[in-house]
């Protein structure tokens, strides 16, 4: 598992443009099977594009066994991920031999990990606990607004902070026009957005507010509130940028709706991108996508046919800049034990 240390010096930021040929794409996930005796506990799981390989790296320090952090935010910066928030939950097996969870607290706490020293550190904790919330890192710096702050509540919080590695210090940002959770965020064009989400006031949600985005200007310490951004009342799974384009692979309900959707500022609208349609990431168990220069990938998993044991792990990228046959897919990983994805991956820059 790892000592875990105290924060102190900054860690560097990352170049700017395209990423370097050493880059890692991270990804957290647990285990789904506690009855067979195998601690479900998070763990860090690194992919290397470089040669298709994949290899588990660490676990989430402080957690006791078959304890799991769900709803939590995994960011990068530089050689570093930041683990952030989450719901604690711990899963039983009674005498019928049935999976229970059970939900345990709400988190504050925030991690540090040093993916090239296998070092974990601890970091100043959230001002605010929270879960299922919007994340962004903006010019080396944290941003994290909305979620949920208790477990046994329906509604969001309207609350937003940053974080500045270089002071590891946590500070309150102006609130957001509404409460919002399971909200999704995206730095693009310098600002942070936060689009969707079950969001509304005072005890009513909206499909308005649902559908609309609010986008925080990190100069002028504003939020501005953009209606009909996000145009389903289902909050966005996962929203990335490329360059100056916005991308969309799914809903809440469905992660992978058969095609990648660009957005268009200037008509307010989603669009199909032309050859984005992919069977292949069909009928999978989890997929959650990164951006990686012009292209997008796409790490997918799912059951083997009449081996519910066992599971693929596929890699699919689409290149964002190609007229024509944009995906290419990397040869499978097959693995035993079940696993279910606890949070979107993040692209880890490693320095020469």
């Known amino acids: 598992m790892g000592s875990v240390s105290t924060a102190s010096a900054s860690p560097s930021r990352p170049p700017t443009g395209n990423p370097p040929a050493n880059f890692k794409i991270c990804v957290s996930y647990c285990g789904k099977d506690a009855s067979q005796g195998a601690n479900i506990s998070n763990w860090i799981d690194c992919y290397s594009p470089q ?31 930041y683990v ?50 919007a994340c962004v890192v903006i010019d080396g710096k944290i941003y994290v607004a909305g979620g949920k702050r208790r477990l046994s509540t ?44 079950f969001a509304g006031n005072n005890g009513c949600i909206g499909n308005m507010e649902r559908s609309s985005a609010e986008v925080y200007d990190c100069e002028r310490s504003c939020w501005n509130l953009i209606i009909g951004m996000w145009q389903l009342d289902i909050p966005p799974y996962q929203i990335v940028a490329v360059d100056d384009k916005l991308f969309s692979s799914g809903d809440c309900l469905n992660s992978w709706k058969g ?16 050859g984005s349609r992919f069977e292949a990431l069909s009928a999978t168990k989890f997929v959650t996508m990164a951006p990686a220069g012009p292209e997008l990938y796409f790490l997918a998993g799912r059951r083997m046919p009449d081996q519910p044991s066992r599971m693929t792990s596929a890699v699919h990228v689409f290149n964002t800049s190609a007229n024509g046959d944009a995906w290419r897919s990397m040869e499978p990983m097959e693995e035993d034990g079940e696993k279910e994805l606890c949070s979107h991956c993040c692209v880890v820059i490693l320095r020469d």
């Open 154 to 197: 329906a509604m969001g919080m309207a609350s937003a902070e940053v974080y500045d590695p270089a002071l590891d210090e946590w500070q309150s940002l102006p609130e957001m026009s509404t409460s919002r959770h399971k909200c999704v965020g995206v730095a693009w064009q310098g600002k942070f957005h936060v689009i969707g989400g």
């Open 84 to 133: 952030v928030g989450g719901r604690l939950c711990e899963y039983m097996v009674p005498t019928d031999n049935q999976i229970v969870r059970r939900e345990l607290e709400v988190r504050r706490q925030v991690l540090r990990y040093n993916v090239r020293e296998n070092k974990w550190y601890k970091c100043a904790s959230l001002i605010v606990p929270r879960f299922d919330f």
């Open 259 to 274: 095609q990648i959707e660009a957005y268009d500022w200037n008509q307010n609208i989603w669009s199909e991108v032309d």
């Open 51 to 81: 040669d298709n390989s994949w290899n588990r790296v660490t676990t989430i320090p402080g957690l006791l066994e078959n304890h799991a952090l769900k709803g939590f935010s995994m960011v990068s910066i530089g050689e570093f991920i």
